[in-house]
């Protein structure tokens, strides 16, 4: 049996995440656990290249200054790579209509028929989608990243938003 080509983007990669304390700083153990679960499944299975330095992996660091996500990207030793800013501004009404429609499900789960439910949660995995779409338009010429990534990488930057 022939072994399958190595993957040519196998170092394209985050193989860590670590969020500013100063400008995001820590929440209660609810919140932290879905930070944690985020940046597990973002880590766990992801394609990330910032441009022009196609050679990682890489390490991330997030945090907020001002209205800007700030994401600092570095290669696995430390050695920086590029920052970049992104507004938060594309992203407010987004967030604000997940935890929408995310509250909706929760209290879905407890009454409503499965249909309903099923609706529901379309329309949650509709906006998360939209979210992820944002997220790629705004990295694009930055970093490449697909569609998984980008996904993964929003329920990230929602967590940070999350008070509970």
């Not at 022939?2 to 400008?23: C, F, G, H, M």
């Not at 920086?80 to 507004?87: E, G, K, R, Y």
């Not at 909706?104 to 309903?116: C, E, G, L």
Request: hydrophobic content about 35%; aromatic content about 8%.
């Amino acid at each position: 049996m022939t072994q399958p080509p190595p993957d040519e983007d196998s170092d394209n990669r985050i193989v860590a995440v670590t969020l500013d304390e100063e400008s995001i700083g820590r929440s209660g153990p609810d919140i932290e656990h879905e930070r944690a679960i985020a940046i597990y499944d973002l880590v766990e299975k992801n394609l990330f290249a910032p441009e022009g330095a196609d050679n990682g992996p890489f390490t991330l660091h997030i945090g907020i200054t001002g209205n800007r996500l700030m994401f600092d990207i570095r290669r696995e030793d430390g050695t920086p790579v590029v920052a970049h800013l992104l507004s938060l501004t594309p992203f407010r009404r987004i967030v604000k209509d997940y935890f929408m429609i995310c509250d909706s499900y929760y209290q879905a789960i407890r009454t409503a028929t499965p249909d309903k439910i099923e609706a529901i949660d379309m329309g949650r995995r509709g906006i998360h989608d939209e979210g992820s779409r944002t997220l790629q338009e705004r990295l694009k010429g930055k970093v490449r990243l697909d569609f998984e990534t980008a996904r993964r990488l929003f329920t990230l930057i929602t967590v940070l938003h999350w008070k509970g």
